[in-house]
């Protein structure tokens, strides 16, 4: 079976938001326009084919990434059933909500460009400032779409000005719209200076024509700014247009190309999806301007037994080379893999190995997805996006790959969770059930944790904010049938020590027989951001939070009580000095000790370095930290004060105000402890016009006084 798509008219694009910007109309359209269906699904009627899940349809919101092939032939293009003119799209549409950023995160590290779709009245918003910032984390390339000028208070100059203010210098319009609000009908292609209309029902025919007479001086300034901007990426082309010179329209987009690749232009495109205008013409820029897998460098990774770095390029003739980014449990197929191929094939019914378990799993089937409906497929080739069904041992982040060319690919980071809850089951029917349920759904998702808290007996879930926690509760209802009852909301500090201490912890004990003997010494100090230039020392093991420094010499402590020391101090740690809550941030140097030949042992060594942790740790000024939220605000004008004053009075500091049409826009960081049910008190505050998005920003240190109130609540 031979690939049916050259690679080199393969796209991999993620359609990214703010919440509500329109997200996944556009992505409705798309799959209309490609014919990968008959009927436009609206999000307001809950009939869209990405959001698929029940509570997504309910809520008018996207929770999980759904991924979609379609292909899609230049609407330009006379001849559409040319297949040497079809690209072929594999798009993932990504929520918007702050609470499902990892769908974004995970999303953004497999994917080769991105479409950044902006609400045309609000322009950029908190949650497209973080979707921007991943995009660049991850060096993916960006088209622009300002969508939904057809609604009243719609300026494509301000929400481009925006583009330029808050996101990035290097923005450039490629099209100026004709008409808004209710007047707006089509739009203007600066590059090849045409006006293009959207006529039939769904808009799916695509007329060129004249520029309309009010337009011409406009479209010509616009004009000469994008030429200019696209000819400093060449220096020949610059040559000959100082010259007088202005090359041709496909010289021009051939240079923007390469400069959009390069992240060093983001065009922006504009239109209305539900109102089906400018949509093709932004399919078109995918093919023009976003990279097929063949543009983008090779992918790096290490060897797993030797630690060196290894290359692989996009070609089916490599080692097969795949990222696993997503787990879906499905309900008629169980588990779904989905994985990215970065090089080589994979066939169904064959054997690959998990270069991060040292595994080797059979996949029993390949399939295909249409967000929820799916297509099974023999074979897949090096660029693609599909899904596995019959992977047990694989998780986010895994590389699969070939066992005689093992490899390691980065593992995809994600946030660490701020808000926790209790949960217990109804009867003893569910509890054996929610174990499975909690385990499936942290399974597929990495921002969603389960702990159990031992004093207690309780499992504790923690997730990225209340909405994720009540929907990831709803779905165990749903699909797995397990009722539960739930705690309130609770925050999930965290504890740190701000100076530094040296400790020892002596265990001895004679009991009869043979005792117990163990003896270490440490020297405890906040541990500090890596060099990025330094490599880390053999006698180092460094994690985000933790980092163990063996400073043992001559063999005062045996080498194979080295590491129950460093189980020891992981497990304090986990326990928390003030109030139990995990220890973070925190560099721990064991340097002397010492040991008995006949009663020393893995556990005294363990309970040893536990007790020298909570020494050291109680006389280096330990401390809570809490997560503070980065809040935006918008409120009607007459509200301003009262709410500023509010968000003060909530331990809130305000960092800004500015004007965003008609409102005015807050944005402050508060602690998260202070913003449980803030939504229905700013919708009293505003006679329910405010309206607001949160995000977590970073931990800080509690008060002195909110510190002892929680401490003193905890015991």
């Avoid at 001086?217 to 610059?238: G, N, P, Q, S, T």
């Avoid at 504009?270 to 992918?299: H, R, W």
């Amino acid at each position: 079976m031979n690939r049916d798509y050259p690679l080199e008219r393969v796209r991999n694009f993620g359609i990214i938001a703010h919440i509500d910007a329109g997200k996944t109309t556009v992505s409705e359209r798309i799959l209309f326009y490609t014919g990968s269906q008959h009927k436009i699904g609206e999000v307001h009627e809950g009939e869209t084919t990405t959001d698929w899940m029940e509570q997504e349809r309910e809520r008018g919101i996207t929770i999980t990434a759904a991924a979609i092939t379609c292909f899609w032939t230049q609407s330009t293009e006379p001849d559409k059933k040319d297949i040497a003119k079809k690209a072929r799209f594999n798009i993932i549409d990504t929520p918007g909500h702050i609470d499902f950023t990892v769908e974004v995160k995970r999303s953004m590290r497999v994917l080769d460009g991105a479409v950044v779709v902006f609400d045309g009245v609000a322009g950029v918003e908190p949650q497209s400032e973080t979707n921007w910032r991943y995009a660049d984390e991850a060096n993916v390339p960006r088209l622009c779409f300002i969508n939904k000028l057809d609604r009243t208070g719609a300026s494509f100059e301000n929400s481009y000005a925006s583009i330029l203010e808050r996101l990035s210098k290097k923005a450039v319009r490629m099209q100026i719209p004709i008409g808004l609000e209710g007047a707006h009908e089509g739009v203007v292609d600066l590059l090849k200076m045409k006006a293009y209309h959207f006529e039939g029902d769904k808009g799916e025919k695509v007329t060129e024509s004249e520029i309309p007479e009010n337009l011409v001086e406009d479209a010509k300034k616009h004009r000469h700014e994008l030429v200019e901007r696209i000819v400093e990426h060449d220096d020949a082309a610059m040559h000959a247009y100082l010259e007088g010179k202005e090359p041709s329209v496909e010289e021009l987009k051939s240079i923007l190309r390469k400069a959009v690749i390069a992240n060093q232009v983001f065009p922006v495109f504009t239109g209305s999806a539900l109102k089906n205008k400018g949509v093709q013409l932004v399919l078109d820029a995918v093919v023009d301007y976003l990279p097929s897998p063949l543009d983008l460098p090779p992918v790096k990774g290490i060897n797993p037994k030797t630690g060196e770095e290894l290359v692989r390029y996009a070609s089916d003739d490599e080692p097969f080379t795949a990222l696993a980014f997503k787990l879906q449990a499905d309900p008629f197929v169980g588990q779904l893999t989905f994985f990215r191929v970065y090089s080589g094939t994979l066939e169904a019914g064959s054997y690959l190995y998990n270069s991060a378990t040292g595994t080797k799993e059979r996949v029993g089937r390949i399939v295909r997805l249409q967000a929820d409906k799916r297509e099974e497929v023999k074979k897949v080739f090096a660029g693609e996006i599909a899904a596995a069904v019959g992977l047990k041992d694989t998780r986010t982040s895994h590389t699969l790959c070939s066992e005689d060319a093992p490899i390691i690919l980065e593992a995809i980071k994600f946030p660490e969770p701020v808000v926790s809850l209790r949960i217990e089951p109804k009867t003893k029917v569910d509890q054996e059930k929610m174990g499975m349920a909690l385990k499936k759904l942290s399974d597929e998702d990495p921002t969603f944790r389960v702990t159990g808290d031992e004093e207690t007996g309780e499992t504790i879930i923690s997730g990225m904010g209340e909405l994720h926690l009540e929907i990831l509760v709803d779905r165990m209802k749903r699909e797995f049938t397990v009722e539960a009852n739930v705690g309130k909301p609770q925050v999930a500090y965290r504890e740190t020590i701000l100076g530094s201490s040296e400790a020892q912890g002596k265990y001895i004990k004679q009991t009869g027989g043979r005792g117990q003997y163990g003896d270490v010494r440490i020297r405890m100090k906040k541990m500090e951001p890596l060099d990025p230039d330094k490599k880390i020392a053999k006698n180092v093991t460094r994690e985000d939070h933790f980092e163990f420094i063996n400073n043992i010499k001559g063999g005062v402590i045996p080498q194979e009580f080295i590491a129950p020391v460093e189980k020891g101090i992981r497990e304090a740690m986990s326990r928390g000095i003030l109030a139990g809550f995990p220890m973070v941030d925190i560099s721990v140097d064991l340097y002397d000790g010492s040991y008995h030949d006949v009663d020393s042992s893995e556990i005294a060594f363990k309970i040893a370095a536990s007790m020298a942790f909570q020494d050291a740790a109680n006389r280096a000024k330990p401390v809570l930290l809490e997560p503070i939220m980065k809040i935006e605000v918008v409120v009607p004008e007459q509200f301003m004060g009262d709410i500023t004053g509010n968000l003060s009075g909530k331990r809130g500091a305000i960092e800004g105000m500015e004007e965003r049409g008609q409102s005015k826009v807050i944005t402050a960081k508060v602690p998260l402890s202070e913003m449980f049910g803030y939504t229905t008190t700013l919708r009293s505050m505003t006679e329910g016009r405010g309206s607001m998005t949160m995000e977590f920003d970073h931990y800080d240190v509690v008060p002195q006084n909110v510190a002892a109130d929680i401490i003193a609540s905890r015991k």
